[in-house]
């Protein structure tokens, strides 16, 4: 039960910025916002989560919405090696990370 | 850090046989957890452990799947016997215990074919 909703694909252009919706409008408050990736024929990657703040580092930044019930995830210089699945997982802190169907990201030269 | 490692990377086997995929989590994760992917049913997690003590095996599919953990450096999922719907990839990954702030780290995987 993955708890949450992604567009089944999006492109976006080498360089600009990418945004990654996600609805998780069941999510609890002691659950946090996960974002994985996946690149092809490779293990999911962690890439970041949060709470209730908007977070950032060093691959993306994470904005979660006042109500939580939805996130953005942003990868702001989009370069052709994040061609992947993005994954956007709801968890309560030590519960387990089930994986939805995500959102397949091209990124276009 | 060496990261998730898994083994063997490709494993192809006939059915009836007996298949053991081996993970060696990340020094001091002390939760590691077993999924398969397929192109029909996505990443499935089928069991972890915690202390090496197996806590939840519910998403195993069958009698046939089994997996153990004698140590805290080593675990293996066995498959036997095998049938050409377990073709997948298996992933291996490991988190510290219990911790909320921590995500996932998963191995590079091993692609099963049962011919």
């Known amino acids: 039960d993955a708890k949450t909703t992604q567009p089944p694909s999006m492109d976006c252009a080498e360089g600009r910025a990418a945004n990654l919706p996600c609805n998780h409008s069941?999510?609890?408050?002691?659950?946090?916002v996960y974002w994985y990736r996946q690149i092809h024929s490779q293990g999911p990657q962690y890439i970041i989560h949060?709470?209730?703040n908007n977070e950032t580092n060093e691959m993306a930044s994470l904005i979660i919405t006042e109500d939580r019930k939805s996130s953005t995830l942003i990868l702001p210089h989009a370069t052709l090696r994040d061609t992947a699945v993005y994954y956007c997982i709801v968890r309560v802190g030590g519960g387990q990370f089930y994986f939805g169907t995500g959102t397949s990201l091209t990124v276009i030269p | 850090d060496a990261g998730v490692i898994q083994s063997p990377r490709h494993e192809v086997t006939e059915m009836g046989q007996e298949v053991t995929l081996r993970c060696k989590p990340i020094?001091?994760?002390?939760?590691l957890f077993w999924y398969r992917q397929t192109m029909m049913r996505g990443l499935e997690l089928l069991i972890y452990f915690n202390n090496n003590v197996p806590i939840d095996d519910s998403g195993m599919p069958e009698d046939r799947f089994s997996a153990k953990m004698p140590n805290a450096s080593f675990s293996t999922l066995k498959i036997q016997p095998s049938e050409p719907r377990d073709s997948a990839v298996y992933f291996c990954?490991?988190?510290?215990?219990?911790?909320?702030?921590?995500?996932?780290?998963f191995g590079s995987g091993t692609r099963l074919t049962v011919v």
């Open positions: 020094s001091g994760h002390n939760s």
């Open positions: 990954a490991s988190t510290p215990t219990g911790a909320a702030g921590y995500g996932y780290t």
């Open positions: 069941t999510i609890s408050g002691n659950e946090y």
């Open positions: 949060g709470l209730k």
